[in-house]
């Protein structure tokens, strides 16, 4: 009995650093794709992209999000989240709140690197969808969730899909929806700051249904805000995930991911 009781209590410090690494999202380095809610049913995340081995990537697990982040581009790779009818309804109003730092992470975008940047602050997950909870209002404004965007593409076009995004959800219940940069090459085009943001040269965004027969659709914006339309910039998940190297929905059985990511028909939503 004593040497039972001395092996589990020399248990405990791994078993207390499993659970923080499962908090965080990262178990030996593998994304978690799943969780257990409190009534330990299994909760399937299908809005996660599979992990990233081509890039650097940090998990991190926010109230209505989750954000993969690149200390080299000091950037989010992808924001996803998964966005509910109820979720798009809230008495949390953005007003108020501030652009933060995020100490989680290092190195790290501050706001004095985009002081005089001429470029706006731009959400992946927006603010609109965190009106919900007061923490996911919060956490909205941490810069791992933000990038450098063309103030008229984040006044506009960016914010004209957020809110198509979120009549979808009233539409069918709930929607799926990743996001992030997009950029040209291995080097940057442009950085910001004393920390080198590094400045997207266009974003992505995909959305998902699993409403009825699920469908999916994507769109790409080039990060200089000329005016286009979002029929026009529509695309298959299929283009998407040839132009940033990320694999989305690998949760989903593969005849349904082959089949949605290969389409993409505006007029369906």
Request: aromatic share 10%.
């Amino acid at each position: 009995m004593k040497k039972l009781l001395l092996l589990s209590l020399a248990l405990l410090p791994l078993l207390a650093s499993c659970r923080k690494q499962a908090a965080q999202g990262t178990i030996g380095g593998r994304q978690a794709a799943a969780f257990y809610d409190a009534n330990r049913q299994k909760v399937t995340e299908y809005e996660l992209p599979a992990p990233l081995s081509d890039r650097p990537e940090q998990i991190l697990r926010r109230t209505g999000y989750t954000t993969s982040y690149n200390k080299d581009t000091r950037c989010p790779n992808w924001v996803a989240w998964h966005l509910t009818k109820a979720h798009t309804y809230g008495k949390q109003q953005r007003a108020g709140e501030v652009f933060s730092e995020d100490s989680d992470v290092t190195p790290r975008a501050t706001n004095n690197d985009y002081y005089n940047s001429r470029y706006d602050r731009g959400h992946m997950c927006p603010a609109g969808d965190s009106k919900w909870d007061a923490t996911a209002m919060r956490e909205s404004f941490l810069f791992t969730n933000i990038c450098p965007q063309n103030h008229a593409l984040n006044k506009y076009e960016w914010n004209t899909l957020e809110i198509q995004c979120r009549e979808w959800a009233r539409k069918y219940g709930a929607v799926d929806i990743v996001c992030g940069p997009v950029y040209d090459g291995p080097s940057p085009s442009r950085t910001i700051g004393r920390g080198r943001v590094h400045v997207p040269d266009g974003f992505f965004k995909v959305v998902m249904c699993r409403t009825g027969r699920p469908k999916a659709i994507g769109f790409v914006f080039r990060n200089d805000g000329k005016k286009v339309s979002l029929e026009s910039v529509a695309c298959t998940v299929d283009e998407v995930e040839r132009l940033t190297g990320i694999d989305f929905y690998p949760a989903l059985d593969d005849k349904t991911e082959r089949r949605i990511e290969a389409q993409a028909d505006y007029g369906e939503w």
